[in-house]
């Protein structure tokens, strides 16, 4: 037992190293979690908040170092309540589920393409359409609604779904593993925010369903035949069939491939 404790002491330097360099992960993992969404400027304010308490308690304003005693001392609690969105986030990344898994290059290709032709097709037609991709983080708990197709991607197929005629135009059309897979999903919308007041159902179900997972998702207006996609509750709009195929190509990429292009790069 003895030589047990002993061999841990000597290795006491390789632990130290391991317990730094995994909360350095954490943190570093955290911070690219959170990098650009609105959980930056909640982080901003506990800081701020954080400050403020230890000055109190340093110039002796009693009362106020009370409450926010108080308040900090229920701060893990705080912490999920106000992460809420971006720990499930977190957490339901353990479980990949890329996109184009078992996929060959070709079949990748003319995947993308069918989904631009369609999109553009439907553009220029004013057909509305909500298109969501599922990447890492399985979208089941949102295709309990809907209409099961498990069809290839095909662009016909896809503006025949959403003509206004088709019973199955409302809602969106979900694509998993490179495949047509439910059609008329409801989605959750986003939160009422000013951002999402300005928008109508369709941008903020797009909007809603981005901030809870890492799911891609292509919108088309009915009234402006424009473009958008949106990833992580943020949109890009007005985009023509070259930048969605190129934005689309990156966000869909299976991650050892970017990782090889990014080497290559170098
Ligand atoms: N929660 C939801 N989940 C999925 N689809 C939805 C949801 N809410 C609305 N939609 C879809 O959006 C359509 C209505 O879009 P609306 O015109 O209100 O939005 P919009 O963002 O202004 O889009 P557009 O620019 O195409 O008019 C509905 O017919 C339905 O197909």
């Not at 304010?45 to 954080?50: M, T």
């Not at 989904?115 to 295709?143: P, Y």
């Not at 003509?163 to 919308?189: T, Y």
Request: hydrophobic share 50%; aromatic share 6%; charged share 25%.
């Amino acid at each position: 037992m003895g030589g047990l404790s002993d061999g841990f002491q000597n290795m006491r330097w390789l632990l130290d190293i391991i317990d730094i360099g995994l909360v350095a992960f954490i943190i570093y993992r955290i911070i690219l979690l959170i990098k650009g969404t609105r959980a930056v400027q909640m982080l901003l304010g506990l800081v701020v908040i954080l400050i403020v308490y230890t000055a109190s308690q340093v110039g002796g304003l009693y009362t106020l170092h009370w409450l926010l005693d108080n308040f900090l001392s229920s701060i893990i609690l705080v912490i999920v309540v106000i992460f809420q969105n971006d720990i499930r986030r977190a957490l339901i990344h353990v479980g990949r589920n890329p996109f184009f898994a078992d996929m060959s290059f070709r079949e990748e290709t003319e995947v993308l393409e069918e989904l631009v032709k369609a999109c553009v097709t439907m553009a220029g037609r004013r057909i509305g359409a909500l298109i969501v991709i599922e990447r890492e983080t399985g979208l089941k708990d949102f295709l309990e609604i809907g209409v099961e197709l498990d069809a290839r991607v095909n662009a016909d197929l896809i503006v025949a779904i959403f003509n206004p005629k088709s019973p199955i135009h409302d809602g969106a059309l979900v694509l998993q593993q490179g495949r047509l897979k439910r059609a008329g999903c409801f989605l959750p919308l986003a939160q009422d925010t000013e951002v999402s007041r300005n928008l109508g159902t369709r941008h903020r179900a797009a909007v809603g369903l981005t901030e809870l997972v890492d799911a891609v998702a292509i919108v088309v207006s009915e009234e402006t035949g424009k473009i958008s996609v949106v990833i992580g509750g943020r949109i890009t709009r007005d985009l023509d069939a070259t930048s969605l195929k190129r934005v689309l190509t990156r966000l869909l990429e299976p991650r050892d491939r970017r990782r090889q292009r990014r080497t290559r790069k170098r």
